[in-house]
């Protein structure tokens, strides 16, 4: 039985009827908005020696639609940038209740965390899918990469941009297919108080706090501080803690002057009970572990048709933990030598410190070769059947991680504007240095403890643990890379139509790793526990560039061409190295390559007040690692991947406030050379909806009432492959529908209410490699949000 809607089934996926029937939802509200009465009456007379308010009108800013995308590489209007940039700016955010990275990224189709992780180990942080390839090493704050496991928060977040595409000439080494930029709040010129409190489903309780005030109006100093504190639980899901608080003191000099520093520090301290999944028993495409099994009697082919376990269960332990730090200091001078000459200097000191342990579980059969019992009991040992009350599931994995990163930069760009070849030219040079590194240390197997089983059906996270004792085992790995960038992009326009573009960029690499394992081997001259160092290094210089042809209709819109490259080096990750032969992370294999071409188009509509864009893509990624068909010992990069794909998205405000958000993409992925990677035997990519929607309208009514409300498509998805069997191969497509209403109670504070997955839809959010286990989908949920402005 699919999973489905708890009433209702999912309907056929139209995408284009769905983003009318999204836009079209506020009519119902009313009209357009009836203009705002003129002050009845003269004003007294002021008292003698009173301040009179006066008030400057201007253009009210458009709370969706960004016009320009955030990093200073991009030095045109999105509407004239020859690429697919989605930037979600925090309205949006706020209005959805949205408070983390990933949550955010439902605004943007084709991008989510749908990958769990692989075997017993659960990924942490943004894990991040981008068209077909995870994007989570592609994280940038402020244009600079942002490294570890965490869970990125957005109370100190302006904007959010989702630039699609190879990132190599933009940012160095990255994701095939994009990366992802978060601009933090700065300091203004203007005195601002306001903070919210929110409290919802599963004991939700969070604060934040944003002030900002001017020391000196005359020099330009100001101060800006924003803060949070949340204490929730997660809704549908029992035991799970998200646990959190968090400054960000930012102080700016000089603002309004030729000359700026800007000192910003952020710190992030995280204390939660991490989510590792349930069974995917029950689930559509799931069947017997041992159906395989040469012994017709012992294949258990009951557990074809097993219920699905209730996905409030919690099948970890109490005791389990997800504990991180995280600190970010940052120096930025910008100076201005002229209207048309600018130079911006960014230095950042980064740490991630992660502390982590998980109660992992792997529904496996029975050895087939040993015939040992696996870790889903249900039989006696004379082979009766239980009862399913009493089919108990082993928890024999206790999965941890204690983990460093730290990056330490500093970039400079130099922004000129000149007239040269009969053209205006806008180029941006500049130069990076960075070193990254990442620690990790192992622990003794016996030192995490032994869980006792738990039942299937009703499992018991405060069952009996013995032998805590986390101790590490002298294992560790550390790994580190130096990299010296060059980089040059230019702007070229002919007249008023044509605009040409092109980007260089140089990354000179050295990743140097250092591990120790400990040896496993029995029979050999090592004793088993002795240590055995890994000493590796990789050396080399990546050059990317992207090249891009536009032209200007009308002043408003634009058609383009672009192409563009982005390289990932082995170790390029996560600065871990290999020796192993099948290994992409081996120094001997060269970078992964991947090659992009875009066509697409922009409009900006109704005074520029709402943007239209589209695009259609190939992205060619080449290098991957394979095995000799013939010789086994053999590894080549004959391996091909492709992705093609359309895109389509709007944003801004259609009629005075009506604000509407809204993209669809569909994506068409194959492994053109090489094995495939999918448990279905199906040539496509992995953690990939084929189909994916998302929109978001919201309408103000003239009585000060806000309502929105919006829809979100995931199509179908294959999982990797891993040899694991009768487990699910893919997860079905599903709908989620979210609805908001805010009412002003005067101008200082308002109320909103958010009501999630309002018909209570079922379905799988993420699914691990091996199909053992999955994150079930969040309920009905609801939150009551107060906003206070001063």
Same mark, same amino acid.
């Given at each position: 039985?699919?999973?489905?809607?708890?009433?209702?089934?999912?309907?056929?996926?139209?995408?284009?009827?769905?983003?009318?029937?999204?836009?079209?939802?506020?009519?119902?509200?009313?009209?357009?908005?009836?203009?705002?009465?003129?002050?009845?009456?003269?004003?007294?007379?002021?008292?003698?020696?009173?301040?009179?308010?006066?008030?400057?009108?201007?253009?009210?800013?458009?709370?969706?639609?960004?016009?320009?995308?955030?990093?200073?590489?991009?030095?045109?209007?999105?509407?004239?940038?020859?690429?697919?940039?989605?930037?979600?700016?925090?309205?949006?955010?706020?209005?959805?209740?949205?408070?983390?990275?990933?949550?955010?990224?439902?605004?943007?189709?084709?991008?989510?965390?749908?990958?769990?992780?692989?075997?017993?180990?659960?990924?942490?942080?943004?894990?991040?899918?981008?068209?077909?390839?995870?994007?989570?090493?592609?994280?940038?704050?402020?244009?600079?990469?942002?490294?570890?496991?965490?869970?990125?928060?957005?109370?100190?977040?302006?904007?959010?941009?989702?630039?699609?595409?190879?990132?190599?000439?933009?940012?160095?080494?990255?994701?095939?297919?994009?990366?992802?930029?978060?601009?933090?709040?700065?300091?203004?010129?203007?005195?601002?108080?306001?903070?919210?409190?929110?409290?919802?489903?599963?004991?939700?309780?969070?604060?934040?706090?944003?002030?900002?005030?001017?020391?000196?109006?005359?020099?330009?100093?100001?101060?800006?501080?924003?803060?949070?504190?949340?204490?929730?639980?997660?809704?549908?899901?029992?035991?799970?803690?998200?646990?959190?608080?968090?400054?960000?003191?930012?102080?700016?000099?000089?603002?309004?002057?030729?000359?700026?520093?800007?000192?910003?520090?952020?710190?992030?301290?995280?204390?939660?009970?991490?989510?590792?999944?349930?069974?995917?028993?029950?689930?559509?495409?799931?069947?017997?572990?041992?159906?395989?099994?040469?012994?017709?009697?012992?294949?258990?082919?009951?557990?074809?048709?097993?219920?699905?376990?209730?996905?409030?269960?919690?099948?970890?332990?109490?005791?389990?933990?997800?504990?991180?730090?995280?600190?970010?200091?940052?120096?930025?001078?910008?100076?201005?030598?002229?209207?048309?000459?600018?130079?911006?200097?960014?230095?950042?000191?980064?740490?991630?410190?992660?502390?982590?342990?998980?109660?992992?579980?792997?529904?496996?059969?029975?050895?087939?070769?040993?015939?040992?019992?696996?870790?889903?009991?249900?039989?006696?040992?004379?082979?009766?059947?239980?009862?399913?009350?009493?089919?108990?599931?082993?928890?024999?994995?206790?999965?941890?991680?204690?983990?460093?990163?730290?990056?330490?930069?500093?970039?400079?760009?130099?922004?000129?504007?000149?007239?040269?070849?009969?053209?205006?030219?806008?180029?941006?040079?500049?130069?990076?240095?960075?070193?990254?590194?990442?620690?990790?240390?192992?622990?003794?197997?016996?030192?995490?403890?032994?869980?006792?089983?738990?039942?299937?059906?009703?499992?018991?996270?405060?069952?009996?643990?013995?032998?805590?004792?986390?101790?590490?085992?002298?294992?560790?790995?550390?790994?580190?890379?130096?990299?010296?960038?060059?980089?040059?992009?230019?702007?070229?326009?002919?007249?008023?139509?044509?605009?040409?573009?092109?980007?260089?960029? +140089?990354?000179?690499?050295? %990743?140097?790793?250092?591990? @120790?394992?400990?040896?496993? &081997? /029995?029979?050999?001259?090592? !004793?088993? =526990?002795?240590?055995?160092?890994?000493?590796?290094?990789?050396?080399?210089?990546?050059?990317?560039?992207?090249?891009? +042809?536009?032209?200007?209709? %009308?002043?408003?819109?634009? @058609?383009?061409?672009?192409? &563009? /490259?982005?390289?990932?080096? !082995?170790? =390029?990750?996560?600065?871990?190295?290999?020796?192993?032969?099948?290994?992409?992370?081996?120094?001997?294999?060269?970078?992964?390559?991947?090659?992009?071409?875009?066509?697409?188009?922009?409009?900006?509509?109704?005074?520029?007040?709402?943007?239209?864009?589209?695009?259609?893509?190939?992205?060619?990624?080449?290098?991957?690692?394979?095995?000799?068909?013939?010789?086994?010992?053999?590894?080549?990069?004959?391996?091909?991947?492709?992705?093609?794909?359309?895109?389509?998205?709007?944003?801004?405000?259609?009629?005075?406030?009506?604000?509407?958000?809204?993209?669809?993409?569909?994506?068409?992925?194959?492994?053109?050379?090489?094995?495939?990677?999918?448990?279905?035997?199906?040539?496509?990519?992995?953690?990939?909806?084929?189909?994916?929607?998302?929109?978001?309208?919201?309408?103000?009514?003239?009585?000060?009432?806000?309502?929105?409300?919006?829809?979100?498509?995931?199509?179908?998805?294959?999982?990797?492959?891993?040899?694991?069997?009768?487990?699910?191969?893919?997860?079905?497509?599903?709908?989620?529908?979210?609805?908001?209403?805010?009412?002003?109670?005067?101008?200082?504070?308002?109320?909103?209410?958010?009501?999630?997955?309002?018909?209570?839809?079922?379905?799988?959010?993420?699914?691990?490699?091996?199909?053992?286990?999955?994150?079930?989908?969040?309920?009905?949920?609801?939150?009551?949000?107060?906003?206070?402005?001063?």
């Amino acid at each position: 039985m699919a999973i489905k809607s708890r009433k209702h089934a999912t309907p056929a996926f139209t995408p284009m009827n769905t983003l009318l029937a999204a836009m079209l939802l506020p009519m119902a509200a009313t009209g357009a908005h009836a203009a705002e009465a003129a002050a009845a009456g003269s004003s007294a007379a002021a008292p003698a020696g009173a301040v009179q308010e006066v008030r400057v009108e201007g253009a009210k800013e458009n709370e969706f639609k960004a016009d320009r995308a955030a990093s200073g590489k991009y030095t045109e209007l999105l509407v004239n940038t020859p690429q697919t940039i989605t930037v979600i700016k925090r309205e949006l955010i706020e209005q959805q209740g949205a408070v983390t990275l990933t949550e955010a990224l439902a605004n943007t189709p084709g991008v989510g965390a749908f990958f769990l992780g692989e075997n017993g180990n659960t990924n942490t942080g943004d894990a991040i899918f981008m068209r077909g390839f995870d994007a989570s090493s592609s994280i940038y704050v402020d244009g600079v990469r942002d490294m570890g496991s965490i869970s990125r928060d957005t109370f100190n977040v302006e904007q959010i941009d989702i630039l699609k595409g190879p990132a190599g000439t933009d940012s160095g080494r990255g994701s095939p297919t994009g990366s992802v930029n978060l601009t933090s709040k700065q300091a203004q010129m203007q005195d601002a108080y306001s903070g919210r409190v929110t409290v919802g489903s599963a004991k939700q309780k969070r604060a934040t706090a944003d002030v900002n005030q001017v020391l000196s109006a005359e020099k330009g100093i100001a101060f800006r501080f924003n803060a949070l504190a949340q204490d929730s639980g997660k809704p549908g899901r029992d035991v799970i803690k998200n646990k959190r608080w968090a400054i960000a003191p930012t102080v700016s000099f000089g603002l309004g002057s030729p000359t700026r520093l800007t000192l910003s520090y952020l710190h992030v301290d995280q204390d939660n009970i991490p989510d590792g999944g349930v069974p995917t028993i029950g689930l559509p495409g799931y069947s017997s572990p041992d159906s395989n099994n040469k012994d017709a009697a012992k294949r258990r082919l009951y557990l074809n048709s097993a219920a699905m376990v209730d996905p409030e269960g919690f099948y970890g332990s109490t005791s389990d933990y997800d504990k991180v730090k995280a600190d970010m200091a940052t120096v930025r001078v910008d100076h201005d030598f002229s209207p048309s000459l600018k130079l911006q200097n960014t230095a950042r000191f980064g740490k991630t410190k992660q502390d982590y342990l998980l109660t992992a579980f792997m529904v496996t059969g029975l050895n087939a070769t040993t015939g040992a019992v696996g870790n889903l009991i249900t039989e006696t040992p004379a082979g009766v059947v239980l009862p399913t009350s009493q089919w108990m599931l082993k928890r024999n994995t206790r999965t941890i991680k204690d983990q460093r990163n730290e990056i330490l930069t500093n970039q400079t760009n130099l922004t000129a504007e000149f007239d040269a070849a009969g053209m205006k030219h806008t180029a941006v040079a500049g130069v990076e240095f960075t070193n990254e590194k990442q620690v990790s240390y192992s622990y003794l197997a016996a030192s995490l403890g032994t869980l006792a089983d738990t039942p299937l059906y009703a499992p018991d996270p405060s069952a009996a643990l013995t032998g805590l004792n986390p101790t590490r085992s002298g294992a560790f790995t550390d790994g580190s890379t130096n990299t010296q960038s060059l980089y040059l992009f230019d702007t070229a326009k002919l007249g008023e139509q044509w605009m040409f573009s092109g980007g260089i960029r +140089a990354d000179h690499y050295r %990743t140097t790793y250092n591990a @120790v394992a400990l040896s496993t &081997a /029995t029979g050999t001259a090592i !004793p088993v =526990g002795t240590p055995v160092p890994t000493n590796l290094t990789a050396s080399d210089t990546l050059v990317n560039g992207k090249l891009s +042809a536009l032209y200007k209709p %009308t002043p408003d819109s634009s @058609v383009y061409a672009t192409v &563009a /490259t982005s390289k990932q080096p !082995p170790g =390029g990750n996560n600065f871990a190295l290999s020796a192993s032969a099948n290994s992409a992370a081996n120094p001997k294999f060269d970078p992964q390559e991947t090659v992009t071409q875009e066509i697409g188009g922009k409009w900006d509509l109704l005074k520029q007040k709402l943007a239209l864009t589209g695009a259609i893509y190939r992205t060619t990624v080449k290098n991957e690692v394979e095995q000799d068909a013939t010789d086994l010992t053999k590894y080549y990069q004959t391996g091909k991947k492709r992705v093609e794909g359309i895109e389509i998205g709007v944003t801004g405000e259609i009629a005075r406030g009506w604000l509407v958000s809204a993209g669809y993409a569909h994506m068409k992925t194959e492994v053109l050379s090489g094995k495939t990677i999918s448990a279905s035997g199906e040539n496509q990519l992995t953690y990939t909806p084929k189909d994916s929607f998302t929109a978001w309208t919201s309408y103000t009514l003239p009585m000060g009432l806000k309502i929105g409300g919006g829809l979100r498509y995931s199509g179908d998805m294959l999982r990797g492959t891993d040899g694991a069997v009768g487990t699910p191969a893919f997860v079905e497509g599903y709908w989620v529908a979210n609805a908001m209403a805010a009412y002003a109670i005067n101008k200082n504070v308002d109320l909103q209410l958010n009501i999630n997955n309002i018909t209570d839809e079922t379905y799988v959010a993420a699914i691990n490699k091996s199909g053992y286990r999955y994150t079930p989908s969040t309920p009905r949920s609801a939150s009551l949000t107060a906003n206070f402005r001063f």
